[in-house]
């Protein structure tokens, strides 16, 4: 894949931002798809954040001793 710079009048910028973050898309991501005929890509799953695992596990100011094993699955 290769990089480039394009310069795009103020409104179609925020147009095309706007319809990425409801599409829960990058921007250049959007504007690959409509550049290859596409209206629109499929939204992107969201993945499991590994820390709500772990929201509430603070004893004492410090994390829970089982912080690793909430994270990664580990002992």
Request: aromatic share 6%; proline share 5%; no cysteine.
């Amino acid at each position: 894949m290769k990089r480039t710079t394009i310069v795009l009048p103020d409104d179609l910028y925020e147009r095309l931002r706007f319809e990425a973050f409801q599409k829960r898309a990058s921007l250049s991501r959007l504007i690959r798809f409509k550049l290859e005929g596409g209206s629109s890509p499929a939204p992107r799953r969201r993945r499991k954040d590994p820390i709500l695992e772990v929201a509430g596990m603070i004893e004492n100011g410090s994390l829970a001793s089982g912080i690793d094993e909430a994270l990664y699955g580990a002992d």
